[in-house]
């Protein structure tokens, strides 16, 4: 049995560090960070460092058995200030990361494109315009040619959920809430630019693999017996999760998801109709596709909404501050039984199965998966616990594994995990409250110190079943913890 490579996550702006450092360019996060504290403790700056220390992350990679890593390339550094001034110091940093990772026998898997446009892009309408798809395909252009140590890369990082923070939760610029005429319009730009991307990398012969990491977020009814609760959990994945997988795994957009979204649009000026150029493009980017990326952290129960707006999002890791009801979508609820996160965040490992098997049976898509992201975030002080003992994550982890490892069992080709993340970094909308990694990181110092979870994590590495357990009491007696 192939085994799958193990590996960790992570994104540029989120541990970089070095806004100002080697000519950076700003990207679509700094001012609104700038703008508004209250979404955290400190700004990005200096995040995990890792921009100038990933020397100290690779080797805790290679110490604890973390054979691929994920991580981002900044677009802002690269091309500055427009699409056509390169950046050579940023290039020169960016070589030295690559060549140390290498150098230990870990392999990247670069993104292109994970949350960050440039300042500029986005002043001249970011992927809202469909014009400006040209700009993102001369970054990647770049990247292919200059970076050819690179042997995985990864197109757009979580095209939904990026259009969301834009266009219907009210993150980032232009602000917009419940704009699901631009959310949609947004989103198909970026499945064509991933397309193009894609097509672009196969054109140049290069030398590798590229892929795409899908955030999908599987939407069930509360009620499986229940028509109306079937019926508006099928909206939501049509909206969420149909919308963007299916053209990238299938290769075109089914009557069904188009009817769907445009059932939901009768509220907005705007109708979802693919054109049939971009579509011979998004076909070919399906038959070019080397494998499908899955970002997988939980799934959402519904039911039929009520008559008034109730839409809140949790950022403080309070339990019960997620609220969504939209009269004409659907209403979030918890499912008795089923655990939560500080963050509202449903514990279901059953949905990565789910989402699984809509990409091989449901779409017929038999590439290699690669589970691009999975993770726990928790509240964690290592003043007040000086050993971190993450057994709530070790759990999260292993009945992932348990799942994936059936799945394999069944037949699917799982080739990559990516735990998110690698080691404790800025959150978009947490601040440094919510933590994931497998290393403690101590902001003020920039130290690295291993939770239960790394340990745990090196004798995993060790096992060839997902689905085999490690004695953690057995482990601690063994740490002396």
């Known amino acids: 049995m192939k085994k799958i490579k193990l590996g960790t996550a992570t994104a540029a702006f989120q541990c970089e560090g070095h806004l100002e450092t080697d000519g950076r360019g700003k990207c679509i996060w700094d001012d609104v960070l700038l703008n508004d504290k209250s979404i955290a403790k400190y700004n990005p700056e200096p995040a995990s460092d890792f921009y100038k220390s990933f020397d100290v992350d690779i080797k805790l990679a290679k110490e604890y058995g973390i054979e691929v890593f994920r991580l981002s390339i900044a677009w802002s550094r690269i091309f500055p200030t427009d699409a056509s001034t390169v950046n050579k110091k940023a290039v020169e940093q960016y070589h030295k990361m690559f060549k140390a990772m290498i150098e230990k026998g870990i392999i990247p898997n670069v993104t292109l494109h994970h949350f960050d446009s440039p300042q500029w892009f986005v002043e001249k309408g970011d992927f809202l315009s469909k014009g400006n798809i040209d700009d993102f395909l001369v970054f990647a252009e770049f990247c292919f040619k200059e970076f050819s140590e690179i042997k995985y890369w990864s197109t757009l990082n979580e095209i939904n959920a990026y259009s969301s923070h834009k266009n219907l939760k009210s993150a980032l610029p232009p602000y917009f809430k419940l704009e699901y005429g631009h959310y949609f319009k947004q989103q198909y730009n970026m499945v064509l630019a991933h397309a193009k991307t894609v097509n672009l990398f196969k054109k140049l012969k290069i030398d590798g693999e590229i892929g795409v990491p899908c955030n999908v977020c599987p939407f069930q ?194 080739e990559h995990y990516y735990l998110w993340s690698h080691m404790d970094m800025f959150s978009w909308t947490n601040g440094y409250n919510k933590r994931y990694g497998l290393f403690y990181v101590d902001f003020e110092t920039q130290k690295r110190f291993e939770k239960l979870s790394a340990y745990w994590w090196l004798e995993k590495s060790k096992q060839d079943r997902f689905d085999e357990k490690v004695d953690l009491k057995e482990l601690e007696k063994k740490l002396g913890k």
């Open 221 to 414: 009814p509360l009620d499986k017996e229940n028509s109306e609760d079937v019926f508006v959990a099928d909206k939501a994945n049509a909206i969420v999760n149909w919308s963007f997988l299916e053209p990238i795994t299938s290769g075109k957009y089914s009557t069904k998801t188009i009817d769907l979204i445009n059932k939901v649009l009768e509220n907005y000026d705007f109708i979802f109709k693919p054109q049939s150029k971009d579509l011979e493009e998004i076909k070919l980017a399906r038959e070019n596709l080397d494998w499908v990326g899955i970002n997988y952290y939980y799934t959402t129960f519904v039911t039929k909404p009520d008559e008034k707006i109730d839409f809140s999002v949790n950022t403080t890791g309070e339990k019960g501050k997620t609220k969504f009801n939209i009269p004409w979508l659907w209403k979030t609820v918890q499912k008795p039984g089923v655990k939560s996160t500080h963050w509202d965040w449903p514990i279901y490992p059953e949905g990565l199965a789910i989402v699984i098997k809509w990409v091989s049976e449901k779409y017929n898509c038999k590439l290699p998966i690669h589970i691009t992201e999975n993770g726990f975030g928790d509240l964690e002080d290592i003043t007040k616990t000086p050993f971190i003992k993450d057994y709530d994550r070790i759990q999260y982890i292993q009945d992932h594994f348990d799942v994936i490892q059936r799945l394999i069992d069944e037949g699917e080709k799982i």
